[in-house]
């Protein structure tokens, strides 16, 4: 019977063709539009998540607290300094390196290029922890920074706006009016969201401190663990060592904080999981408006074949059969218009990945949530249509012009 039902629907909505494809539209661009949206949601997640873990893994990123005054938070305070990286480097186990590090924007100078670029002041772990590594030249060494050299290494983008195609290895840059000796171009690192990685030059801390900026503390030391299972312990042990060098007592408020890559990384996903249901949700408007005009079309269809619902009850057709003819040809309706939708979804997120910046992720269950979604929308509002259908009085049928 089922089988018999679903070859009618088939052959009441070829006969009526255009009406059926117009009536699928509004179902193909929605499931597009949501497949489309979500897939560029799903990159953006990719895109951060891949960046966070391209500049350190296992990472734990030591900051200075905030100031208080009058019991209101303000500017970020002076508390780390260089000797608590050397102290968690040499006396808590499974560090790999810790890096302090310092940064502030200057402009640079080389003849008549000048750029404003970030300056971080570092040393030679800064590599290690935030998996930097340089394509020219070689990084400055401890003894560099123990002895404050005027030295530095350019990020690519500062290479390539003060230099053009120029090497800058063993070349003389101005930063604030400082001469600085290149001695190595970083290798691309790309973009983090809002901040380029390339667009910086790293130069001893020391040098930061004592030939440009002054000062005595740094505002971050960036910790890489060994081992992403002995994060929480090196954590533990780092607050502890802290709050026992700059003499916090116990029940007071820590005059820094320590965050792990994973805890940011977890933050983004988050911005970026509501981000992509936003736009899921925008993309699903549509998909109802494609719902919408499912039922305006089988209700048409229902007055028109009023006629023929009145003779199949005349000829023993029982109220569910004609339920289940016109919510099969719904449904048909909608599960045609879905599967054709996650085809052209597919596409366009291919083609916003190609000709965009906008990283894009088509994953099997956006594709099975939309085509699900459009199976109920033509269930939902086929339901209407096909209930009238249903309770229409064989008599009244049969005598409606």
Known sequence: ?????????????????????????????????????????????????????NLGSNLLIIRPGLLQKHHVRSAPAQTLTMDDARRIRKTIPHVVSAAPSIAQTAQVKYMSENVMTNIIGATPDYLSARKFSTRKGKFFTLHDVASARRVAALGKTVAKTLFRSTSPVGKYIKINGVNFLVVAV????????????????????????????????????????????????????????????????????????????????????????????????????????????????????????????????ALGAKRRDILKQ?????????????????????????????FSKWGTHVSTNSIMVAYITALVVGVFFGWYPAYKAAQLNPVDALRHE
Request: positive net charge; hydrophobic residues 50%.
């Open 1 to 53: 019977m089922f089988r018999i039902i679903v070859q009618v629907a088939f052959r009441e909505l070829r006969g009526s063709l255009s009406r059926s494809l117009l009536t699928m539209l509004g179902v193909i661009i929605g499931v597009a539009a949501v497949v489309a949206m979500v897939a560029l949601g799903e990159g953006a997640k990719y895109d951060v998540a891949r960046n966070i873990q």
């Open 186 to 313: 970083m290798a691309e690192k790309g973009q983090a969201g809002w901040w380029d990685a390339d667009d910086q030059i790293l130069i001893p801390v020391t040098a930061y401190q004592k030939r440009i900026f002054g000062g005595s503390h740094v505002s971050n030391i960036f910790v890489e663990v060994d081992s992403r299972g002995f994060m929480a312990q090196v954590k533990a042990r780092i607050e502890t060592l802290l709050r026992r060098t700059h003499r916090i007592r116990k029940e007071a408020e820590a005059d820094f904080h320590i965050r792990s890559q994973v805890d940011i990384l977890k933050s983004m996903e988050s911005m970026t999981r509501t981000f992509t249901y936003l736009l899921g949700g925008i993309a699903a408007i549509s998909l109802v408006v494609g719902g919408i005009g499912i039922m305006n079309i089988m209700l048409v269809t229902v007055t028109e074949r009023t006629r023929e619902v009145g003779l199949r009850k």
């Open 326 to 354: 016109f919510l099969v040809e719904s449904t048909i309706l909608s599960g045609i218009g879905g599967i054709v939708g996650v085809g052209l979804g597919v596409v366009v997120a291919h083609v916003i990945g190609q």
